[in-house]
């Protein structure tokens, strides 16, 4: 039996997320999570009760309360209650009114008193006062946010399942029913139609054909309608299928290996996606129905008057088909690797303009790019011939070949009306089918060279790590830290080689970093100082030994959750400002959008940080935008961007890569004080 219980009693603090989140999903039958998905609820959302929107985000854990807040572990939503989490970890149920009551209360505190004085003034009737102030506060408080947590959903381990889970199996039903319809009914039409064309014109049933043919049509109408209706479905659902994707691939992949491409490279990848997006939204629902119209077309050319000839000519022209795709695709291939490599080359330039014009000669600048122009050019030509044969000849050869065949059976017509037809319209149904095989071509094969660049993501979205997205038990005790004679952080006999290099450039690294230490790391440029940095904050993996954070294997916890909880400011030509707005390059590592208490806070760090004054320089402060775009900001500037953003992130390791080396030394005392009072656990890593 599930015991009833009160909101207060089921509060759990924030540094128990993870063994909230573990028993949440637990509870619901969830054995290995997905990327959790974000939801916020407003006023409108709880008051005057739980509303439908509020009640679909379930299983979840929500953030209440004011300031930091606490977490509530929602499990399912049961009639009149609400199904949650205790702080002993049972299920319990709480009054559905009683938590939007309490979600309501912090923003009710604020607002309802200077409401009620309001209404006093204004001289409503004593018995009419609580209505109005209640409608009052609706209005104003409406779009206040109250609470926002994180829904979880079970991992789908392959695209397949994703599909199904979005239902596109039961749409790809439908839409090959309604294309086995539509081929029948124009089977139908055909022989009926080629049936009383060649008929004798006085022979009986004239009429009765023509109802026939006319309801056939009317039928076809109609279920080409709901097919392409059905086919717009699918094309736009797998598309948002096929996009989550690939962000949620590309957001798993391994930071080392994108980090060795160059910036054209990775823009040039997430270009060819759109190759993928189009073949879900258009040439693979066409290759899909030429196909099937193909072989739809030799059952019918097979019933009609000149199989014995019809049937070898479209295996014979297939095969042509075949040869003339094999060369479209070798040059669509050369010329997607012209365009790559062009895009590449001018990306890379147009980040580097300011070093071309101070240090290339003139005379030289151009002359790369119009030898790429060129060969563009080329295997643009090639492929756009290579298309236009397949296009024309392809299913006009056929055409002309297969009435030539048929032609000498025009003279038995008469006797066999119903197989002449049958063989005239399997004759142009192979026709359509070559066409719309021939159109879909380019995506198709733009399709497959594009798999070629995301395959990695999509190897990175079906093989997720599967301990940072299974629910684990927490890694420190409940009171929210190791103790204090206990390492926060362990590292064991760690070491660490580059790709492509022989010796190790970290072998046998022993650490620990208990709660509380201070550290400066230093040492001489190239000995392995930032590469230790990335291997503390899970950015990069070590290639042997153990790191452990409170006594638990990083395998174990997973890398997205110890990037949680042990993070770093990047080194200066590895971090990035955003071309968004000051605030939200400030809180990259918080809830957007942001609380009151985030912005103050994000204020307040900006002050200690000696950022006051450009602040105050902006035209629209924290929401000016900045970044290349932008608000123009100085080496220190940044610097110091990179240091608040940190701050800013709720972290219990803080690791600092050259952070105060572009600083002078007024900026650095304060900068550094800043540091030192916000920061418990810190690494700074400095040059001696």
């Given at each position: 039996m599930t015991?009833?219980?009160?909101i207060e009693?089921c509060?759990?603090?924030l540094?128990r997320r993870?063994?909230?989140t573990?028993?949440?999903?637990g509870a619901?039958?969830i054995?290995v999570l997905?990327p959790?998905?974000?939801?916020?609820?407003?006023y409108?959302?709880?008051?005057?009760a739980?509303?439908a929107?509020?009640?679909?985000a379930?299983p979840a854990v929500v953030?209440?309360?004011?300031?930091?807040?606490t977490?509530l572990?929602?499990?399912?939503h049961?009639?009149?209650?609400v199904?949650?989490?205790?702080r002993?970890?049972?299920?319990?149920v709480?009054?559905?009114a009683?938590?939007?009551?309490?979600?309501?209360a912090p923003?009710?505190a604020?607002?309802?008193?200077?409401i009620e004085?309001t209404?006093?003034r204004?001289?409503?009737?004593a018995?009419?006062?609580?209505?109005?102030a209640?409608a009052?506060?609706?209005?104003?408080?409406?779009a206040?946010?109250v609470?926002?947590?994180?829904?979880?959903?079970?991992a789908l381990?392959?695209?397949w399942a994703?599909?199904r889970?979005?239902g596109?199996?039961?749409r790809m039903a439908a839409?090959f029913?309604?294309?086995?319809?539509q081929?029948?009914l124009?089977?139908?039409l055909?022989?009926?139609?080629?049936?009383?064309?060649?008929?004798a014109?006085?022979?009986p049933g004239?009429?009765?054909a023509v109802?026939i043919?006319?309801?056939?049509?009317a039928?076809l109408?109609?279920?080409?309608l709901?097919?392409?209706?059905i086919?717009g479905?699918?094309?736009?659902?797998?598309?948002?299928?096929l996009?989550d994707?690939?962000?949620?691939?590309?957001?798993?992949l391994d930071?080392?290996?994108t980090r060795?491409?160059g910036i054209?490279q990775l823009?040039g990848?997430?270009?060819?996606?759109?190759?993928?997006?189009?073949?879900a939204?258009?040439?693979g629902?066409?290759?899909?129905a030429?196909?099937?119209?193909l072989v739809?077309?030799?059952?019918?050319?097979g019933l009609?008057?000149?199989?014995g000839?019809?049937?070898p000519l479209?295996?014979?022209?297939?095969a042509v088909a075949?040869?003339?795709v094999?060369?479209?695709?070798?040059a669509?291939?050369r010329w997607s690797?012209?365009?790559?490599a062009?895009?590449?080359?001018?990306v890379?330039r147009?980040v580097?303009q300011?070093t071309l014009?101070?240090?290339?000669?003139?005379?030289l600048?151009?002359l790369e790019?119009?030898?790429a122009l060129?060969?563009y050019a080329?295997t643009?030509?090639?492929?756009?011939?290579a298309?236009?044969v397949l296009?024309?000849?392809?299913?006009?050869g056929w055409l002309?070949?297969?009435?030539?065949v048929?032609a000498p059976?025009l003279?038995s017509?008469?006797?066999?009306p119903g197989a002449?037809?049958?063989s005239l319209?399997?004759?142009l149904?192979v026709y359509?089918a070559l066409?719309?095989l021939?159109q879909?071509?380019p995506?198709?094969?733009?399709?497959v060279i594009a798999w070629?660049?995301?395959?990695?993501m999509f190897?990175?979205a079906?093989?997720?790590d599967?301990?940072a997205?299974?629910p684990v038990?927490?890694?420190?005790?409940?009171?929210?830290?190791a103790?204090?004679?206990?390492?926060l952080v362990?590292?064991?006999?760690?070491?660490?080689r580059y790709?492509?290099r022989?010796?190790?450039?970290?072998a046998g690294?022993?650490?620990?970093?208990r709660?509380?230490?201070r550290?400066?790391?230093?040492?001489?440029?190239?000995g392995?100082?930032?590469?230790?940095?990335?291997l503390?904050?899970g950015?990069?993996v070590?290639?042997?030994?153990r790191?452990m954070?409170a006594g638990?294997?990083?395998q174990?916890?997973?890398?997205?959750?110890?990037?949680g909880?042990?993070?770093?400011?990047?080194?200066?030509h590895?971090n990035?400002?955003?071309s968004?707005?000051f605030l939200?390059?400030?809180l990259?590592?918080?809830?957007?959008?942001?609380?009151?208490?985030d912005?103050?806070?994000?204020?307040?760090?900006?002050?200690e940080?000696?950022l006051?004054?450009?602040?105050?320089r902006?035209?629209?402060g924290l929401?000016q935008?900045v970044?290349?775009s932008?608000?123009?900001?100085?080496?220190g500037e940044?610097s110091r961007?990179?240091?608040?953003r940190s701050?800013l992130?709720?972290l219990e390791?803080?690791?600092l890569d050259?952070s105060f080396?572009a600083?002078?030394?007024?900026?650095?005392e304060?900068?550094?004080?800043?540091v030192l009072?916000?920061?418990?656990?810190?690494v700074?890593?400095?040059?001696p």
């Amino acid at each position: 039996m599930t015991a009833a219980a009160s909101i207060e009693s089921c509060l759990w603090p924030l540094d128990r997320r993870d063994e909230l989140t573990a028993i949440v999903a637990g509870a619901a039958g969830i054995g290995v999570l997905a990327p959790a998905e974000r939801f916020e609820w407003s006023y409108a959302d709880v008051a005057p009760a739980l509303s439908a929107r509020a009640c679909a985000a379930a299983p979840a854990v929500v953030r209440v309360g004011a300031g930091a807040g606490t977490l509530l572990g929602i499990i399912a939503h049961v009639d009149g209650g609400v199904r949650v989490v205790g702080r002993d970890g049972s299920p319990a149920v709480c009054e559905a009114a009683a938590l939007a009551a309490c979600l309501r209360a912090p923003a009710d505190a604020e607002a309802r008193a200077g409401i009620e004085a309001t209404v006093a003034r204004a001289g409503v009737q004593a018995a009419r006062r609580p209505a109005v102030a209640e409608a009052l506060l609706r209005a104003s408080l409406g779009a206040e946010r109250v609470a926002e947590g994180e829904r979880l959903r079970p991992a789908l381990p392959s695209m397949w399942a994703a599909l199904r889970d979005a239902g596109i199996r039961g749409r790809m039903a439908a839409a090959f029913a309604g294309y086995v319809a539509q081929l029948a009914l124009v089977a139908g039409l055909w022989w009926t139609v080629g049936a009383r064309a060649v008929a004798a014109a006085d022979a009986p049933g004239g009429s009765i054909a023509v109802g026939i043919i006319a309801a056939i049509i009317a039928a076809l109408v109609g279920v080409r309608l709901v097919s392409s209706w059905i086919a717009g479905r699918l094309a736009i659902d797998g598309g948002r299928v096929l996009r989550d994707r690939l962000l949620h691939g590309l957001l798993a992949l391994d930071t080392e290996s994108t980090r060795a491409e160059g910036i054209g490279q990775l823009l040039g990848r997430v270009v060819e996606t759109e190759a993928l997006e189009s073949l879900a939204l258009g040439g693979g629902l066409m290759a899909a129905a030429g196909a099937f119209e193909l072989v739809t077309g030799a059952v019918v050319l097979g019933l009609g008057i000149a199989a014995g000839w019809q049937l070898p000519l479209l295996g014979a022209w297939c095969a042509v088909a075949v040869v003339l795709v094999a060369s479209g695709q070798r040059a669509l291939a050369r010329w997607s690797a012209e365009r790559i490599a062009l895009t590449h080359d001018l990306v890379e330039r147009m980040v580097g303009q300011r070093t071309l014009v101070a240090q290339q000669p003139a005379a030289l600048r151009h002359l790369e790019q119009e030898a790429a122009l060129a060969r563009y050019a080329r295997t643009g030509r090639a492929l756009d011939r290579a298309v236009a044969v397949l296009a024309v000849a392809v299913p006009r050869g056929w055409l002309i070949a297969a009435i030539a065949v048929l032609a000498p059976s025009l003279a038995s017509a008469g006797a066999r009306p119903g197989a002449f037809a049958t063989s005239l319209g399997g004759t142009l149904l192979v026709y359509g089918a070559l066409r719309k095989l021939a159109q879909a071509f380019p995506a198709l094969g733009g399709a497959v060279i594009a798999w070629r660049q995301v395959a990695a993501m999509f190897a990175s979205a079906a093989n997720v790590d599967r301990s940072a997205a299974r629910p684990v038990p927490p890694t420190a005790p409940s009171d929210g830290g190791a103790p204090s004679d206990a390492a926060l952080v362990s590292a064991r006999d760690v070491g660490f080689r580059y790709p492509g290099r022989g010796e190790p450039v970290l072998a046998g690294c022993a650490l620990d970093i208990r709660r509380g230490e201070r550290i400066l790391l230093e040492g001489p440029s190239g000995g392995g100082k930032s590469t230790l940095g990335a291997l503390l904050v899970g950015l990069r993996v070590p290639d042997s030994g153990r790191l452990m954070l409170a006594g638990v294997d990083q395998q174990a916890i997973g890398l997205q959750r110890w990037r949680g909880r042990v993070g770093a400011a990047p080194q200066f030509h590895e971090n990035h400002v955003f071309s968004q707005t000051f605030l939200f390059n400030l809180l990259l590592g918080r809830a957007w959008p942001p609380r009151r208490e985030d912005i103050a806070e994000a204020e307040a760090v900006l002050r200690e940080l000696d950022l006051g004054p450009l602040l105050a320089r902006m035209p629209s402060g924290l929401e000016q935008l900045v970044g290349d775009s932008g608000w123009q900001l100085s080496h220190g500037e940044r610097s110091r961007l990179f240091i608040a953003r940190s701050l800013l992130q709720p972290l219990e390791v803080r690791v600092l890569d050259e952070s105060f080396a572009a600083l002078d030394p007024e900026t650095l005392e304060k900068a550094l004080a800043c540091v030192l009072k916000r920061a418990e656990t810190l690494v700074v890593i400095a040059h001696p």
